[in-house]
T-cell receptor, first 111, second 112 residues
Framework: GQQLNQSPQSMFIQEGEDVSMNCTSSSIFNTWLWYKQDPGEGPVLLIALYKAGELTSNGRLTAQFGITRKDSFLNISASIPSDVGIYFC???????????FGGGTRLMVKP | DAGITQSPRHKVTETGTPVTLRCHQTENHRYMYWYRQDPGHGLRLIHY???????DKGEVSDGYSVSRSKTEDFLLTLESATSSQTSVYFC???????????FGSGTRLTVV
């Protein structure tokens, strides 16, 4: 089946630094989504991407839909302590509504 | 106000006992999903539903059953709980459109 490899698995950064994480797939996806999970809560949608090459921003977050349609990237600029959490990528292929999730990137920010 | 609630939020149960987790939505979405989240494994799909009384298995369905008798409720049952089912369980809903899933706040289940 489809698999998503998300990296890095964890990051420990200083407040103010920029963050980059990515997801790669062995299959083509038509939609890429990025979620954030705060401690003790469910994942919340941050950004959705629908076209190859698309670059979308949401405040300090910027995500890109890779040209090959097999990868996606999320950047966070000028990190702050509330950015702490687990970030998940998810992709939707041609098999209906089903999403495939990456394993998550745990982000820790040192004030 | 998110339109999806899970109950209970926390539960401790003994090995061998049956457990039912409930997911309730007020969005009238067609699709509902149950995931479990464990360290090092991300989110793994247990079962999903694509309509009332229409359900299918996910990648980790062994030991779990589901039921959906009405649009708003999706129940996950552990017939005989085992310690390996200690996990955080998330329900998610979707209308099948372009947007992704909306997740509940989760149920932390501990099997002792």
């Amino acid at each position: 089946g489809q698999q998503l490899n998300q990296s890095p698995q964890s990051m420990f950064i200083q407040e103010g630094e920029d963050v980059s994480m990515n997801c790669t797939s062995s299959s083509i996806f038509n939609t890429w989504l990025w979620y954030k999970q705060d401690p003790g809560e469910g994942p919340v949608l941050l950004i959705a991407l629908y076209k190859a090459g698309e670059l979308t921003s949401n405040g300090r977050l910027t995500a890109q839909f890779g040209i090959t349609r097999k990868d996606s990237f999320l950047n966070i600029s000028a990190s702050i302590p509330s950015d702490v959490g687990i970030y998940f990528c998810a992709g939707r292929g041609n098999a209906g509504n089903m999403l495939t999730f990456g394993g998550g990137t745990r982000l820790m920010v040192k004030p | 106000d998110a339109g999806i609630t899970q109950s209970p939020r926390h539960k401790v149960t003994e090995t061998g006992t049956p457990v039912t987790l409930r997911c309730h939505q007020t969005e009238n979405h067609r699709y509902m999903y149950w995931y479990r989240q464990d360290p090092g494994h991300g989110l793994r799909l247990i079962h999903y539903s694509y309509g009332v009384k229409d359900t299918d298995k996910g990648e980790v369905s062994d030991g779990y059953s589901v039921s959906r008798s009405k649009t708003e409720d999706f129940l996950l049952t552990l017939e005989s709980a085992t310690s390996s089912q200690t996990s955080v369980y998330f329900c998610a809903i979707s209308d099948g459109g372009y947007y992704g899933y909306t997740f509940g706040s989760g149920t932390r289940l501990t099997v002792v």
